[in-house]
């Protein structure tokens, strides 16, 4: 057996890097879908605020992130959907935002200083503990069902958002539960793969995965595939050479996205040579007496 | 019999400038009404208007005779929103997008066989059938147009509301929107599309209103009388063999 699996703290980390391969991508692919790619950045540096709302009040760190970056993620979806402000420059103001109420709320705790805050910036294995391992659960419950259960739905809010209020879908209520979705998705990763870094494993696998993929569900079942790969092996190569998770989780997902890539380029031309002809043919079809 | 729709007096604005001016438009069953105009005229924002996506600052709206308010029963409306593309950021395939119109009936439980089998007649009805599983990124200009269109026709609508759905579209696939639009009509289905030219839907016009400054300026009841300037000349060169006579019995 494994030597990795020996210590409890890496099967907590490992499962946890499990449920977070396959939440992330799941969550990730209707931002990226929606072109909407950066949203869980934001969310993480809102999260950044509710980690040092807990250190002030002595409450759990994760459940305060997980409120705090709910409001914000609400917020943002009510700023987006009303047009009062341009989508980037809403999520500008999150960033600054998140990112300097964490630094300053956490300076205001007893005895807190920034350092508090390293390892929710960039994850670690060691220090998942037990009851982080449940709310990782329970999120990750909620999470799987929205973005499995409601995929019909939430795949026509972002495809086309019009035509979906149109069919009477309740368009709104199911783009807050998205943005809440989101959230939820951040809070879980940030033990791991820390805050900074949480949204490369929202939007990596899908864009990895997309490159051989002709639709959406097969989209969804290949990145959580590769959200899976990344973040079990990020996790156990961390333990082996003493690096952080995070940047390891991230970098093999990059590695495995150029592979793919380079892999899959002789692929998309071939396609872009068949569509061309078939495009041809019809014309000819329209064409003829 | 009563309209399926009906829009009295409305006014609306974009951005706090009034675009609509008091437009008066009704639809009867069975019956295809072409929106001209000029640029910025209000015919997207209309139709836009009538499928409650702009909300109206005054007059009233009515669906299959129900104020919009009210109004639940959208799987009895097919929309084709102005759209150049039917992709979005993530790859789907044909059948995916059109099988988003079946929400209208399903909301949010799972789609099931049923649902399978209307997405599968409406590619057929739209010459698709054979694209089903390619991503709509592989499609050309009039494919995406007819894609949107099938996502419309899944519920078996009673009225389709289309805007530009010619634009960008070259002759050819415009010939195929007209035919797979003329299956529609044979089967009585109301049509309100917004065009910039008639072009190969002329002969399935009954009736032309023409907007000018968010109000309606003159309506053209007989298709032989449509307007001339907003006419699309390439029109002449159709075969008048496979030009169905005009469809005057639905009025």
Redesign the interface.
Known sequence: MLEVLDYPFMQRALQAALLIGIAAPAVG?YL????QALMGDGIGHVALTGVALGFLLSANPVWMAVLVSVVGAVAMELVRSSGRARGDIALAMLFYGGMAGGVMIINLAPGGSTANLTTYLFGSVNTVSPSDITAIMILSAFVLLVSF??R??L??V???E?????????VRALNLLLAVTAAATVTVAMRVVGLLLVSALMVIP?VAA?QL?????T?LGLSVGFGVLVSLSGTVTSYYADVPPGATIVLIALGLFALIAAAAAPLSHR??R??AA??AR??EV??A? | MEPVISLSGVTAELGGRPVLRGVDLTVGPGEVVALLGPNGSGKSTSV?AA???IPLTGGELRLFGTPVRRF?A??R?G?V?Q?ST?A??????V???V???R??R???R??GRADRAAVRDALDQVGLADRA???VD???GG?HQRVLIA?ALTTAPELLIMDEPLAGV?L??Q??LADTLREQVERGVAVLVVLHELGPLEPLIDRAVVLSGGRVERVVEHSSELPADHACHPHDEL?PSVVPPLQTGIL
């Open positions: 692919i990226v879908q929606r072109r259960g409601l019909r739905q795949f026509s972002c495809q086309d019009e035509f979906a209020r149109v069919t009477g879908l309740p899908v997309q993929t002709r639709g959406f569900a989209t396609r872009a068949a569509a078939g495009a019809e014309s329209v064409a007496p | 836009r499928v409650s996506q639940r959208w799987q409306l929309y929103p759209r039917a979005g950021g993530v790859p789907a395939t059948r995916e997008v099988a988003a119109g929400l209208a399903r909301g949010l799972p789609l599983g390619d991503p592989s499609l050309s494919q996502r070259d050819a696939s010939r195929i075969d």
